[in-house]
Each structure stands twice: as C-alpha cells, then as structure tokens.
C-alpha cells in the first residue's frame, strides 16, 4: 500500500504540474491548447541538447528549456491566437488553431530532433529502500520534491504578486479587468508564456526518467485534458486535484489490473465517463450556463 501512495504521489505530482500549465492558458483566454503535449516534448528535447549534446549541467537544460517553451508560447499568443480570437466570430477557430500548431509543432521536433527516444544521464544515483514497503529511486524523489517545489510556487505567485493578482481577474471576467485598468493583451501573453513554461519544465524533468520521444506530445495532452475534466476546467486547484488524483488512479491500476493485462487507462476512462456523467463540470468547476 505504502509503495501504491509513493508511486501515485510521484506521479501526480509531475501531472499536476502539467495541468496547471493548460489550466492557465484555458482560464485566461478560454482556449484548448491542443499543443501542450507538444510543448512539453519540446521541452524535454531542449533539456536532452542542452545536456547531452552541450555537455552543460542539468538545472542549465532546464532553466534553457523554462526560457524557450516561455518565448515559443508568448510568440503564439500575440501572433496567432490573439489576431484570430480578435476576428474570428466563432470559437472552433482557435480550437482548430491550436491543432494547426500541434501538427506544425510535432514537424519541428522531427526535423530538428528526429524521432528516436533521447535521455539524460541520471542526476541522481541509488534507490531509497524503506524496510521494502517503499523502493524508490533517488532521482524520482528528487523529481517529485521539484515539482511539488514549483506547485507550491506557482500558487503563491498566483495569490500574492500583482501579475498573478491581475491574470487572476482576468480569469474571473475579462470585461470588468478591463474596465479596472488591466493590460490584457499583456497579461494574457504572460499567462500563455508561463503555461508553455509549465509544460516545458515538466518535459525537462522527465527526460531524465522516461526520456523523450516525437509520440508522446499526444498521449501528454490527452492526460492533461484528463486532469483538468476531472478537476474543473479553468480552475487552478481542480488541476492540481485532478493530477494528482489521475497518478494515483494510474498507480493503483498498474498494481491491481496487472494480471489482467494493459487495461489501466480503459478502467480509468469509463471511470471518467461515468464520473462526467453525474459531475460535468467536474469536481471544482461551476456548472456550465
């Protein structure tokens, strides 16, 4: 049981931080970024060049990866998300934009990546053996600290600096920010900024577990769609609900559904089906209308 609580933790922690990311960007704009996933493999690629290739120390690759996802997202915000939600008269025209970057996104990884899985050498070496009920190794824990690290910054930076003050009534009603004086083109390019940011840290992060490859963009942005359904689309605490509850879904599934096969993710689907069914706006989200 105590290893089930480790894993799910583990994995949470790293989904949660995902979600907080497209949370952001949804809450601010009331767009689905169908590229998060893609952002957060570009981000895990930058880490692996910067590292690998360059030879220089991790927390460079990541910081590397943290600036470039930040620049990439304020550049599509203020050039193609904000001229076509100013013009467009319906919005199925950035949900299709936002796959237009997806695709164009997984072309630029493969030409300047290719697609073959990439890694990092471990940070940290050994395994935290706790009398056998909890088998861990050093790098996750590390992993997992970091990016409850950067949860907990990105709440506080939220709740109490005047960007996140402002992108918080932005969120709550575009129209009165505006009319109380806040610069919402700035702010919404902040907001994307660090949401891309977000996805691109975790992609740094993980390269050093999972490492990295061209086909993951999708099944990332499935999951965190996954989070911010079940936590309540658009709200900062539902995301992180949501991803922490989807990693321990996930871990209890991989233990108790191995004997069955790989049928985790179709139990945790038709969890999620029925569960949509009863709460659609999810467990934190107001009742759409």
């Known amino acids: 049981m105590e290893q089930i609580l480790a894993n799910g933790l583990y994995l949470g922690a790293q ?47 990541l910081i590397a ?14 050039y193609l998300f904000r001229p076509v939600i100013r013009k467009s008269q319906r919005e199925e025209s950035t949900m ?21 899985q990439r890694g990092v050498p471990k940070i940290v070496d050994g395994v935290f053996n706790w009398d056998f009920r909890i088998i861990m190794p050093y790098d ?11 949860i907990a910054s990105f709440i506080l930076f939220m709740q109490y600096s005047k960007a996140g003050r402002a992108m918080r009534a932005l969120a709550q009603d575009r129209v009165a920010a505006q009319l109380m004086g806040v610069d919402v083109n700035r702010y919404s390019m902040l907001g994307f900024a660090l949401g891309a ?10 390269v050093t577990i999972t490492g990295i490859n061209l086909g993951m963009g999708g099944p990332t942005s499935i ?9 309540g689309a658009g709200v900062i605490s539902g995301a992180i609900a949501g991803g922490f509850i989807l990693g321990m879904m996930e871990s209890v599934g991989l233990t ?34």
């Open 256 to 289: 108790a559904l191995s004997a069955y096969g790989d049928i985790t993710y179709l139990v945790i689907f038709a969890s999620l089906m029925v569960f949509l069914a009863i709460r659609p706006q999810g467990l934190m989200g107001k009742p759409w209308g």
């Open 223 to 231: 999951k965190a769609f996954l989070m911010i359904m079940i936590g």
């Open 15 to 61: 989904y949660a931080l995902i979600a907080l990311g497209l949370t952001l960007i949804f809450s601010l704009m009331n767009v689905l970024n169908f590229a998060h996933g893609q952002m957060y493999v570009f981000g895990g690629f930058v880490t692996y060049t910067v590292v690998v290739q360059f030879g220089l120390p991790f927390i460079v690759g």
């Open 197 to 206: 940011m977000l996805a691109g840290v975790v992609g740094g992060l993980l």
């Open 140 to 150: 996750r824990i590390l992993i997992c600290g970091l990016a409850i690290a950067l």
């Open 65 to 78: 990866s943290a600036v470039t996802l930040a620049i990439i997202g304020a550049l599509i915000e203020q």
């Open 96 to 116: 299709l934009l936002a796959a237009g970057i997806a695709f164009f996104l997984d072309a630029v990884i493969l030409l300047l990546f290719g697609e073959k």
